[in-house]
Nanobody, 121 residues
């Protein structure tokens, strides 16, 4: 079992930055691919980005060039650095762990409870 706890969400003005963190329990964190998804009110959950155990990354087109995913295996933590935020980035952001980098939510076995990000215009 892996438990994931996100933090770092909040209210920020458009153009600003936030860094989300996701801390995982368990001793096998380094073996998991880690991903970030988000869900805005009234919308489907969508893939944001993911990082594999080797550090390979993949991003949604909507955040490419603005968001950066990184991981610190010694701290069992994955980060999402969000820059140049837009009002349309407003959503609950979820951290997920799975066997490999994928943009499909069903490929991830473990999920956090989510953290709210609100971007004001």
């Amino acid at each position: 079992q892996v438990q994931l706890v996100e933090s770092g969400g909040g209210l920020v003005q458009a153009g600003g930055s936030l860094r989300l963190s996701c801390v995982a329990s368990g001793r096998t964190f380094s073996a998991y691919a880690m991903a970030w998804f988000r869900q805005a009110p009234g919308k489907e959950r969508e893939f944001v980005g993911a990082i594999g155990w080797r550090g390979n990354t993949d991003y949604a087109r909507s955040v490419q060039g603005r968001f950066i995913i990184s991981r610190d295996n010694a701290k069992n933590t994955v980060y999402l650095q969000m820059n140049s935020l837009k009002p349309e980035d407003t959503a609950v952001y979820y951290c997920a762990a799975g066997g490999g980098v994928s943009f499909q939510g069903y490929d991830y076995n473990y999920w956090g409870q989510g953290t709210q990000v609100t971007v004001s215009s």
